[in-house]
């Protein structure tokens, strides 16, 4: 069986296309789509038994995609993925006949069971499956965390939000904030400010960077406020830490 996957962020594509082992579910050709025009070409040339795809793409959008196969006739089944926050939007290609319906960030476990649903209602599907048992769920939350801390560390010095990172990651604000300290046992704000303060313990000790320009870097305005962080994570003013890690520095240097 084919599978063609249409997406116009590359790494989305990467993603899903490793994301299960789409051939325990019987598709043994998968093609891939950078964008809208590729995937209605593909589309028509190989006439796959499932299409994936990103609602909203520059040109031809996965709605496009959805109305082609609905004039074609094909037998295909379509998967519409989309951000939190084009729900509305994709409601619209239900009347297309959509199968089924996923928020990013798509996690393993959420592609198994849209898939275990598609096969109950194809059933010349499931003659070629063999599926092992088991899922990632737990692996999968704990792959999604990590990507989160390492967007934190990457992006310290932006001014970092519940907004701006479920942005980034896919993820309803709310959502974001109730799975990270279901995983962690921390709060995202408690853990950005953790990122926060270790890298400014590193600016101190190992730059000459006046203490206001560390407080910039490290993504704070207030310097009332970034010294009572500091203090509370170090015990000590950042002038005091930088004193005790650098005797030789200028007694003046960070002021």
Known sequence: MKLLIADDEIYMLDYLKKLVDWEAYGFDQIFTAGGGSLARDLLVEKQPELLITDIKMPRISGLDLCALVEEKGYSTSIIIVSGYGEFEYAKR??????????????????????????????????????????????????????????????????????????????????????????????????????????????????????????????????????????????????MEYRRKKQIGFPEGGGK
């Open 93 to 238: 290609a239900m009347r297309y006949g959509v199968s089924e319906y996923l928020v990013k960030p798509i996690l393993k476990a959420d592609m198994e069971e849209v898939m275990d649903r598609l096969l109950k209602s194809r059933p010349e599907w499931r003659e070629r499956v063999k599926k092992e048992e088991g899922n990632g769920t737990g692996r999968d939350r704990k792959e999604l965390i990590a990507y989160i801390q390492k967007y934190i560390s990457d992006n310290f010095d932006k001014p970092l939000s519940l907004d701006m990172i479920g942005e980034a990651v896919h993820l309803h604000p709310a959502y974001l904030s109730g799975l990270f300290k279901e995983e962690t046992g921390g709060n995202l704000s408690g853990y950005i400010a953790d990122v926060r303060m270790q890298k400014a313990a590193e600016l101190l000790e190992q730059t000459e960077l006046r203490v206001n320009e560390i407080m910039c870097l490290t993504g704070y305005r207030k310097s009332q406020h970034f010294t009572k962080l500091f203090r509370e994570k170090f015990g000590a003013t950042p």
